[in-house]
Structures are given as C-alpha cells and as structure tokens.
C-alpha cells in the first residue's frame, strides 16, 4: 500500500510563506501524477496544484503565481511552496498520487491563514 506523509502545516499570517512536503513510499516514477488538494471547512476538496511525470505542472487558478509545486526525485518527495499567503487558503491540505485507475490521499495537514 502506498503511503503518502504530509508535513510542513501550521499557522501564518497573511503575506507570509509556508512550505509543504509530501513524502511518497514509492518512486514518483511509479505515479502518473502527484498533487495538492485543498479542502476548507464546508466546501469540496479542489486540486490545488499537479506535478506531472513528464515534469509538467498545473495549478489552481486563485494560487498561480503565488504556489509552486516541485519535486525531489531521490527523496520521492513533493513540495509546494506557498507564497504571500491569504486568510481564503486557509484549508486541510492533502497530498495525491495518482497511477492508472488508482489513486492515493495522505492523511492531511492544517494550513492557517490568519492575523
């Protein structure tokens, strides 16, 4: 089974910069894709950004030029890089592995936007 580790969540105030990192159990060579969702409180889950095998990238429209999604390819692990942060990110943020027919969630990590 795969595992997927979330961490790097916490509180920050607007403008402020938080960096998140998703450690995979297998090589990201095995996925088709791996992301970040974003699920606030009363609302549905939403891609955030996806990092493909080929290395292309996509992103939600609200977070382009603010997020950037990477990865480290000898350490299976996927960042995102949150930048000038606002209240509205605020959210539980959930890290994807995506294979052919299949897919993989982590456990979710707590990102606070907030004076």
């Known amino acids: 089974q795969v595992q997927l580790v979330e961490s790097g969540g ?8 938080l960096r998140l990192s998703c450690a995979a159990s297998e090589s990201f060579s095995s996925f088709y ?6 699920q606030a409180p ?18 939600l429209n609200s977070v382009k030029g603010r997020f950037t999604i990477s990865r ?3 350490k299976n692990t996927v960042y995102l890089q949150m ?6 990110d605020t959210a539980v943020y ?15 990590t ?6």
């Open 33 to 38: 894709s791996m992301g970040w969702y974003r």
């Open 10 to 17: 916490g509180l920050v105030q607007p403008g402020g910069s």
């Open 42 to 59: 009363g609302k549905q889950r939403v891609l955030v950004a996806r990092i493909f095998n080929g290395g292309n990238t996509n992103y």
């Open 110 to 115: 707590q990102v606070t936007v907030s004076s």
């Open 94 to 108: 959930y890290c994807h592995a995506a294979r052919a027919g299949t897919g993989y969630w982590g456990q979710g």
């Open 72 to 74: 480290d390819n000898a």
């Open 83 to 88: 930048n000038s942060l606002k209240p509205e």
